[in-house]
């Protein structure tokens, strides 16, 4: 289980790094394609600091696709939940037809798929589209049991 969630926040570490450039490219109203960074390719500080903070924090990792309609739908409740719970909870999309190692990798057979982990390596999610309401109900357990 410690070894899965260490892979998780590895793997979501690179994700996001992946994300900041392509908002910053999407800032400069380019189209230029962004390189994901690896491990070895970043220093090995920089690596290690990034993943520590989002170990340190619970996440919620939604696992879509741009041609999925429910996940469509979901992505402005999580747009809305991302900014009510800045700084308490890391939001972290992946697209499955960009990473698909990473939904091979976890299993992922249904989208959009939402991944609940506490800074434990703990995790429950949903499959499917839900509403506001249910999803935070699992972000408030979320943030209940990062505080134990």
Known sequence: MKKIFICLV????????????KQIDESAQTE???????????SQDGWMKQT????????VVD??????GPCKELAP?????E????????FQRIDVDQRPELAQEFNID???LLMFITPKGEY???????????????IAELLKHSEQ
């Open 110 to 112: 249904a989208i959009p």
């Open 52 to 59: 520590t903070l989002m170990a340190n924090k619970p996440m």
């Open 83 to 90: 900014k009510k719970y800045e700084g308490q909870v890391i």
């Open 63 to 68: 696992f879509y696709a741009t041609w999925c």
């Open 10 to 21: 590895a793997l979501i570490a690179l994700v996001a790094c992946n994300n900041r450039e």
């Open 124 to 138: 429950k999610t949903i499959v499917g589209y839900e509403d506001a309401p249910v999803i935070e109900s699992k």
């Open 77 to 81: 409740v999580l747009d809305k939940l």
């Open 32 to 42: 230029a394609q962004t390189e994901v960074a690896t491990p070895a390719e970043e």
